[in-house]
T-cell receptor, first 114, second 112 residues
């Protein structure tokens, strides 16, 4: 079955550094998402992306976050100046359509900010 | 606002049935989902149900939806130790641009 792949699986960074998390969505999918899960908490929506622009973003997705689809396959999440509270598992997801059906998640990228 | 609630923990014996429950607030949600997360792994889509259905069966999994009570359940028949994981309920409210609302997850412990 096709899958969403994410790199790196784990990244450790110093507070204030920039981090880029990468994702390769399923190839025929058109809608892409980032979610995060702080340890012990709910999985939270960050942003959705379609047709090369942000469709919706949550209040968590402030100016330090940005997303990009730099080429036909990658979808990236950039955190400009990391804070301790950004430590979390970040999940990329994709779906064929916005209306639901199947939303597939990657394995996640664990970010640890020291 | 939108919210999804689940009990935090369920323990069953191998071979028994497990029932994981979830309540949600948005009665107009179009789809409801169950995801499984094994330790250190990502979110695996187990099954989903469209809001105009009240039951869906897929091998050992049975999803029941009570729209009136806004209650969703996942029944796992003949639970195995490999079913030990965290199970997340999620809803897809209508009219938004792709935001799934997740519950806090139910940890299922299967004892041999």
């Amino acid at each position: 079955e096709p899958e969403v792949t994410q790199t790196p699986s784990h990244q450790v960074t110093q507070m204030g550094q920039e981090v880029i998390l990468r994702c390769v969505p399923i190839s025929n999918h058109l809608y892409f998402y980032w979610y995060r899960q702080i340890l012990g908490q709910k999985v939270e929506f960050l942003v959705s992306f379609y047709n090369n622009e942000i469709s919706e973003k949550s209040e968590i997705f402030d100016d330090q976050f940005s997303v990009e689809r730099p080429d036909g396959s990658n979808f990236t999440l950039k955190i400009r100046s990391t804070k301790l509270e950004d430590s979390a598992m970040y999940f990329c997801a994709s779906s064929e359509s916005r209306g639901g059906i199947k939303v597939f998640f990657g394995e996640g990228s664990r970010l640890t900010v020291l | 606002g939108e919210d999804v609630e689940q009990s935090l923990f369920l323990s069953v014996r191998e071979g028994d049935s497990s029932v994981i429950n979830c309540t949600y607030t948005d009665s107009s949600s179009t789809y409801l989902y169950w995801y499984k997360q094994e330790p250190g792994a990502g979110l695996q889509l187990l099954t989903y149900i469209f809001s105009n259905m009240d039951m869906k069966q897929d091998q050992r999994l049975t999803v029941l939806l009570n729209k009136k009570d806004k209650h969703l359940s996942l029944r796992i028949a003949d639970t195995q130790t490999g079913d030990s994981a965290i199970y997340f309920c999620a809803e897809w409210p209508p009219g938004n641009t792709g935001k799934l609302i997740f519950g806090q997850g139910t940890t299922l412990q299967v004892k041999p």
